[in-house]
């Protein structure tokens, strides 16, 4: 809580409580979100749930194609598609390379770590189509906030709804799959 203290600000001030619920690592997500949902749960207040690639297209700021890139490890991405602020494409975790496939002909903004990872890869593929937003990886946090506050208004947030996104099936299922053929 040494945040709170530096900000001079008690738990019990906090109106609305927000947390990240993906794209991301399986227990990353689980501890964020279970901390959250006690946090909440303890000063019996709302949680809202945000979805990273909505925090990114938000800080793109533009109402352009937006393709969100979040660094899924083991050379893929977790991405999804936007036009207009809306989600076109839903989140999918994929070879970069098979994505930009797709993408070709049309001027796409990309944002997000994983576009910062295989900005050299969307350049080469998608040639002048293709702009990498500036930070490519900017801050989240913030913008985060915003949209919680906005999301805020449109009903009830209870902790317990909250469910990570996840978009790459665990290891344990794969294993089980490839175990079963």
Request: net charge negative.
């Amino acid at each position: 809580m040494s945040l709170l203290d530096g900000a001079n600000i008690r738990l019990a001030d906090i109106d609305i409580f927000a947390v990240a619920t993906g794209p991301g690592s399986f227990t990353g997500l689980r501890i964020g979100i279970a901390t959250m949902q006690g946090l909440a749960f303890a000063e019996g207040k709302p949680l809202i749930g945000v979805s990273g690639f909505d925090v990114l297209v938000r800080v793109a700021g533009t109402d352009e194609r937006v393709a969100t890139w979040v660094d899924a490890w083991r050379g893929e991405v977790f991405a999804a598609l936007y036009e207009n602020g809306r989600e076109v494409v839903a989140p999918v975790v994929s070879l970069p390379e098979v994505l930009l496939e797709s993408l070709r002909g049309r001027s796409t903004l990309f944002v997000g770590d994983g576009a910062r990872a295989h900005a050299d890869m969307i350049r080469r593929m998608l040639g002048e189509a293709a702009r990498i937003a500036e930070p490519a990886a900017p801050p989240l946090a913030g913008t985060m906030a915003i949209l919680a506050g906005e999301l805020s208004s449109t009903g009830e947030h209870a902790p317990h709804a909250i469910r990570p996104l996840y978009i790459r099936r665990t290891d344990a299922e794969l294993a089980r799959d490839a175990r079963a053929r």
